[in-house]
């Protein structure tokens, strides 16, 4: 009973005072959530002193949003059992669906499957059923028998699911977990690890034998914090000295959302934090959909009077988790206070009428180049949300590092963009440039003068170069002398047609190759076992008995080193598949055996288990 007792985090006396009838009721229901159990039971215990109804409807409410769907799955559960659940389902749909078809055609197998995956929770993948195409639905069926489709959704769900409720009972504010509750944080911490396992055990292979291990990949690309915030402040920096070049000037805006949009309040006169009675139940998502509207409105009319802004936007999080915007732009300096009048106006427009908003929402700071650079005013900003580099703590006085890996959980379960450019060039181009070496461009006797500055600009991590070069702060992005350059690269894992970066194409000059080697993914250590197999071989002069030469051939599909890479990245930062990576994500490249699917009406779709399975008509 001891041991009962302290699992729901309820004191015997605390147990005591809930009615006898509902404690095998507040039991069940806080058991099956795992590590939310304990703080469920504690919010039931505060609720019931005011009213035993409420407190029961609202902890039966709390645990229905815990579910993914109807299937009585919950979203605190490991991820093992989650990649059982999703391939239980990804199966079953497949084999039902080949049943509808025999029985009653491919329009009734899609609905059965639209039906299924919407009752588990997911969002089945047509935005727009009643105008989506033949080709579009056999793709979205592809998508459906996935078992790799369904976990990245179900995680992505069960991330937010999970600080939707620790948000609603109060685990995530200043005094409890900061910026995101301690449940989320750890569960990043672990897939994190998991995933940096997974890209360990796995390698890639050229066609000259080098091979790299994909972990090591995170280290040289802007995943790795040191390399990210270095970027942004190269980029920064130069887009500074640009703005000191044209006469421009700096100014730092910080856009709060209305009260409703925020969970907690923090009292700072008694260094508290308190519920927000004006909150409307709005998850950080749609706080930051609120901020992207808010920007968009604001950017029209800054159009419309030909005012071009340019800087970058850093999105962080208030201690409840609610996101806030921080701004630093740079502007003509005869158009500034338009500027500042068209953010102030357009800021205050939702509930501005509403105690504080107007000294509250939009806060716009002119930077002062006596006072320090525009760059050193934004730089505590980016460290606070990579890494917490040259900081000790934090606005509430929490350890900075701490409070980067909290704020990371925080992005990463809510799927925020944390980092975004306002004008100026391509970065893609910039880093596909700094792939290159001069002899690559010198050789050509074509080259322009201007593209090998751009290289020289970007080899030097000279932005604002740069920046000059492809056309200025503020040039379109169809204006710039030199853009990236895709090519069709075939079939995606889901029959979509794909394109693959494959260098930069300058205005008047043609195009240049940066992505040329491609890499096979493949288990760590294979490389070495196939040269002890092959030695062997030699030794015998005849393959070994049951061998062949497709037992030798590389596993996996083509990639440049950047797809590579890119795919390591996304694998450490982004949450995906903690089992061996898989070549492309949803770009690779076709996968021999797999055909185009037929749309629904009539046709025959096949594929291998798992992806597309057998669909006929």
């Given at each position: ?28 229901m806080?058991r ?32 229905e949003?815990l579910?993914?769907?109807?299937t ?31 029985r ?12 299924r ?9 047509i935005?727009?059923?009643d ?18 489709w ?153 159009w ?5 802004p ?15 915007w ?19 106006d ?5 509930d ?10 939009v ?22 949300n ?31 963009r ?60 169809e ?28 205005r ?18 294979t ?16 393959y ?28 450490l ?45």
């Amino acid at each position: 009973m001891g041991h009962a007792l302290s699992w729901h985090g309820l004191r015997s006396e605390d147990w005591a005072s809930i009615e006898p009838e509902d404690r095998k009721y507040v039991k069940s229901m806080c058991r099956k959530h795992g590590e939310l159990g304990r703080p469920l039971a504690v919010d039931y215990l505060h609720r019931a002193k005011e009213s035993r109804i409420n407190a029961n409807t609202r902890l039966r409410a709390l645990s229905e949003a815990l579910e993914m769907g109807k299937t009585g799955l919950t979203a605190t559960v490991h991820d093992g059992e989650l990649k059982s659940w999703c391939k239980r389902h990804a199966d079953e749909i497949e084999k039902a669906c080949e049943q509808w078809t025999k029985r009653a055609g491919v329009d009734e197998a899609i609905r059965y499957a639209r039906d299924r995956v919407e009752s588990c929770g997911l969002v089945f993948p047509i935005a727009n059923p009643d105008t989506a195409t033949r080709e579009e639905w056999g793709h979205a069926m592809a998508r459906v028998f996935d078992p790799r489709w369904w976990r990245l959704q179900a995680r992505r769900i069960q991330a937010r699911k999970i600080e939707a409720v620790a948000r609603e009972i109060r685990l995530v504010h200043k005094d409890a977990g900061i910026y995101s509750s301690d449940v989320t944080v750890k569960r990043r911490k672990g897939q994190k690890r998991r995933n940096y396992d997974a890209l360990t055990a796995m390698e890639a292979v050229n066609e000259d034998g080098e091979a790299v291990n994909l972990a090591e990949l995170v280290k040289s690309s802007v995943s790795n914090p040191v390399n990210r915030r270095a970027e942004l402040m190269v980029r920064i920096k130069g887009f500074e000295q640009c703005a000191d070049a044209a006469g421009h000037v700096g100014v730092f805006i910080t856009l709060t959302a209305p009260s409703k949009y925020h969970r907690m309040t923090y009292i700072k006169s008694m260094n508290r934090a308190l519920p927000n009675k004006k909150y409307k139940g709005y998850d950080p998502r749609e706080t930051q959909a609120y901020f992207c509207r808010l920007w968009s409105q604001i950017r029209a009319q800054l159009w419309r009077e030909e005012i071009r802004p340019y800087g970058f936007r850093v999105a962080e999080p208030h201690h409840d988790g609610t996101p806030h915007w921080h701004m630093l732009l740079f502007v003509a300096q005869e158009q500034a206070e338009r500027l500042r009048a068209i953010i102030e106006d357009y800021g205050i427009r939702e509930d501005g009428k509403e105690w504080g908003a107007a000294r509250q929402r939009v806060k716009i700071v002119n930077i002062d180049p006596e006072k320090g650079s525009a760059a050193g005013y934004i730089a505590k900003y980016v460290a606070k949300n990579i890494d917490g580099h040259g900081l000790d703590e934090d606005l509430y006085g929490q350890p900075a590092d701490s409070s980067a890996a909290r704020i990371d959980a925080w992005a990463s379960a809510w799927g925020i963009r944390q980092f975004q450019q306002i004008g100026g060039a391509s970065v893609t181009v910039w880093r596909e440039l700094r792939r290159l070496k001069l002899d690559d461009i010198a050789s050509d006797e074509e080259t322009s003068v201007e593209v090998i500055k751009a290289f020289l600009a970007a080899d030097s991590s000279d932005w604002a170069a740069y920046t000059m070069i492809q056309g200025g702060m503020t040039v379109r992005r169809e204006d710039q002398l030199i853009r990236s350059n895709y090519e069709d690269d075939g079939k995606g894992r889901y029959y979509q047609p794909v394109k693959r970066l494959v260098g930069v194409v300058a205005r008047g000059f043609g195009d240049l190759a940066t992505r040329v080697t491609r890499w096979v993914i493949q288990r760590a250590g294979t490389v070495d076992k196939q040269a002890e197999r092959l030695e062997a071989m030699e030794r015998e002069d005849a393959y070994p008995r049951g061998s062949s030469l497709e037992d030798l051939e590389r596993e996996g599909q083509p990639m440049t080193w950047d797809e590579m890479q890119a795919l390591a990245d996304r694998v450490l930062n982004c949450g995906a598949d903690s089992a061996p990576p898989w070549t492309r994500g949803n770009n690779c490249t076709p996968v021999q055996g797999l055909h185009e699917p037929a749309p629904p009406g009539g046709g025959t779709i096949t594929g291998n288990a798992g992806a597309m399975g057998s669909f006929q008509a």
